[in-house]
């Protein structure tokens, strides 16, 4: 399939529409003026084994190891993984499982470290020169410090840096749209780390092989969008600034990709397949820092916020700090929150344990008072198609709800399931207050789960007529080895049956010189 190139549809000055979508109140003057701060080490790190889209990193270290900043602590395993490493210097006190920042609580393999306060670095991973590095090897410097997509999806980084092999890319976009009420980590870094995000966007245009650069603003963000302007010449490449409107859910790439370029990603495809990949702004900051200083990903910004904070801020905070200590270091609560969120509060994951860290992917910590969350009294689907309207894919979410709560799985499905994205923009308009979201989650995972049998059953069945063909296979060729030495035997006798017999003693001594023989 080919598509006209991205040069030929963007236009600077134009947008192109998207379905769907919801404008919620977005509450960022909560903490959009306030400038990103350090929060101070804290006494007890843990840090998940499983941050990432993809396999869980093997573990490195054991319990009373002493582990320097930096250190490699768990390995990518497979070719989707990424490398964990240690966020600060101490001993590791524990090498288990502890509950996961997810709303089941589950635990997870996770390495804990006491903190010793003295923030010690170990070797440095080591530093390339962009300008003379090939692509391959500022992918394995990606993966090698443990980059993974900091908008939330986790994806490891260095695997969309080798879709240039892959795919013909000519354009990537940077996600500096941050649509989520309250955030506002990506604003404050765009606004503060402009010329390193600009650096590390360079980075990656190099490593993908592209021609044209795009970081695409929502309108809200005067600052940021300025900041982020004063590099649109810094690079080799050319980078556009442009702005996009004030819109949930704009920082889906997916739908990012189609309001500048007018193109819609084919379901279950990549924007890849358009020519364009999406990265986060976030993202392009750890890149810059890796690359340029050997800094794995240690550390990210986080947005404290929602009314039940008393100090709403943007806090640099390490990764595997206790969600606890990060409230505290923001003055604790102003009243008993009614609601606790990793993450925006449309897509944001709710927790109730305290304990659980920061990980990679954690742009938000929400306390919500109940003026702030909606309500929880449900009431029956009135079919009035607000959750359709608002769709940013274009499905019916009502029909999806009635086909899940009847446990037709199959049938939901066949009408959208896997493309619905999980935004919540149905559930944030429809009227009887159905958690729609929660319900299309579940039916996600008992569609995979189910699956997951179905491909075990076939791997077993696969398995099972595997063996009976080499148990048949071996009997074959018993069978024919058997056959073939009892024709050989036959042939033998028969052989011995047509030869003339041997002459008789008498006439043999009666042959000349046959005594002396």
Not at 321 to 344: I, K
Request: with cysteine; aromatic share 4%; net charge positive.
């Amino acid at each position: 399939m080919s598509f006209p190139h991205f040069a030929a549809l963007f236009r600077p000055s134009q947008f192109f529409g998207i379905r769907g979508g919801v404008h919620p109140e977005t509450r960022k003057h909560l903490s959009s003026e306030s400038p990103i701060e350090d929060m101070p080490i804290p006494t007890l790190i843990r840090v998940p084994l499983q941050q990432h889209i993809g396999a869980e990193a093997e573990p490195l270290v054991r319990r009373d190891d002493l582990v320097v900043k930096g250190q490699l602590i768990g390995r990518a395993r497979g070719p989707v993984s990424a490398n964990i490493h240690a966020p600060t210097s101490g001993r590791v006190i524990a090498v288990g499982h502890f509950a996961a920042p997810h709303p089941s609580g589950l635990p997870i393999p996770t390495i804990t470290i006491r903190t010793d306060g003295q923030d010690s670095w170990g070797p440095r991973l080591g530093r390339l020169r962009p300008e003379n590095a090939t692509p391959e090897e500022i992918a394995a410097k990606v993966a090698e410090a443990g980059i993974v997509g900091m908008g939330g999806a986790t994806f490891p980084s260095a695997v969309k840096l080798n879709l240039r092999a892959k795919y013909d890319l000519h354009t990537l976009v940077i996600n500096g749209a941050e649509c989520e009420p309250y955030l506002t980590c990506d604003d404050r870094l765009m606004r503060e780390r402009a010329e390193e995000i600009a650096d590390g966007v360079g980075i990656m245009a190099r490593a993908l092989g592209v021609t044209q650069i795009v970081v695409a603003i929502e309108s809200n963000k005067a600052e940021a969008i300025s900041a982020m302007q004063r590099f649109d010449r810094a690079l080799d490449i050319p980078l556009r600034v442009q702005v996009v409107p004030t819109q949930y859910p704009m920082g889906s790439e997916k739908h990012l990709v189609k309001i500048l370029t007018g193109r819609e990603t084919p379901a279950r495809a990549l924007t890849a397949d358009l020519g364009v990949v999406v990265h986060n702004a976030a993202t392009a900051h750890a890149v810059h820092l890796a690359v340029r200083y050997g800094e794995p990903l240690l550390s990210r910004v986080v947005t404290v916020s929602g009314r039940a904070v008393r100090r709403p801020a943007n806090v640099r905070v390490l990764i595997g700090t206790p969600v606890s200590e990060v409230v505290a270091h923001c003055g604790g609560y102003a009243e008993e929150p009614d609601r606790l969120l990793l993450g925006g509060p449309m897509m944001g994951q709710p927790i109730q344990n305290l304990r659980v860290p920061v990980v990679k992917g954690t742009s938000g910590i929400l306390a919500l008072t109940r003026a702030e969350t909606p309500g929880v009294d449900t009431m029956p689907c009135i079919r009035c198609g607000r959750c359709a309207q608002a769709c940013p894919v274009g499905l019916t979410p009502f029909e999806l709800n009635a086909r899940i709560q009847s446990e037709d799985l199959e049938g939901a499905g066949r009408i959208g399931l896997l493309d619905c994205i999980t935004c919540g923009c149905c559930s944030f308009t429809c009227p009887s207050n159905l958690p729609l979201v929660q319900t299309i989650h579940y039916a996600k995972g008992k569609l995979a789960e189910a699956e997951g049998r179905r491909h075990q059953q076939e791997e077993t069945k696969r398995l099972a007529a595997a063996r009976k063909a080499r148990e048949e296979a071996a009997a074959e060729a018993k069978r024919q080895m058997m056959a073939k030495r009892k024709a050989e035997m036959e042939a033998r006798k028969q052989r011995e049956a047509a030869a003339p017999p041997p002459p008789p003693l008498a006439q043999a001594m009666a042959q000349p010189g046959g005594a002396a023989q």
